[in-house]
């Protein structure tokens, strides 16, 4: 007889699971025997990975592309889910997006579209599956935050701000949920190889030329996927971005901001 999966007769949903650390996730839930529900602006992408975590693991996934960065795009996507008779167990809010320069380097629909995604979306997901996770004291959380989230970011300000809420946000919800068997858990990882880096334009800063090597996506997400198995509240990936995300406690604020517009400067 087959022993049972951990994540069998389960759900999640998964934000951004087209590319990078969301598909990574993806593959860690769906090989304890989650089902999944894949969701992110590009259809043709999540049936790619839908078929082949389907045909690897033997569990069930459902598309929904949705553009969880348009206002209502959360509800919107809580609504489908609803109207396809699908439950969700666990809510990994992966889906974000960052832009590297000044406030104005940007137009102000890009800023803006960074809080609705990173932040207003994150909540709004959480917010219609959290009663029911409590009522059935299983399943729960996973935010997806940064490093960014320990330090205010010049250069890189409105990102760094929303990643900082998504941290608070998990470990003041981990507060709320101790004991009721609801996991809750913050991954925070450094520099990642990703489409991520592509778009906001950070592989192009100090803080990229002199950190070294990017994390792979795919140990960032296990280490995320683990932490939150064993409802570790905030999970930093790797050492060296342990040693960053702790750094800022022992120094002078205006000193962290100087060394952090630093490292956020073009290369």
Known sequence: M???KPGQGQTALITGASAGIGVDLAECFARDGYDLILTARSEGALQEVASRLASAHGVKTHV???DLGAIGGGTALANTIKSRGLDVDVVVNNAGYGHAGALTSSDLPTQLGMIDLNVRALVEL???FWDSMLAKKSGGVLNVASTAAFQPGPLMANYYASKAYVLSFSEAL???SRGTGVHVSCLCPGPTVSKFRERAGTGKTRLAKNAGAAMASAPVARMGYEGWKRNQRVVVTG???KFIAGFGKFI???TLLRMVHNLQSPA
């Open 2 to 4: 087959a022993r049972r």
């Open 64 to 66: 929904i592309a949705q």
């Open 126 to 128: 959480t917010y219609h």
């Open 174 to 176: 981990w507060e709320e």
């Open 239 to 241: 050492l060296p971005n």
């Open 252 to 254: 002078p604020r205006a």
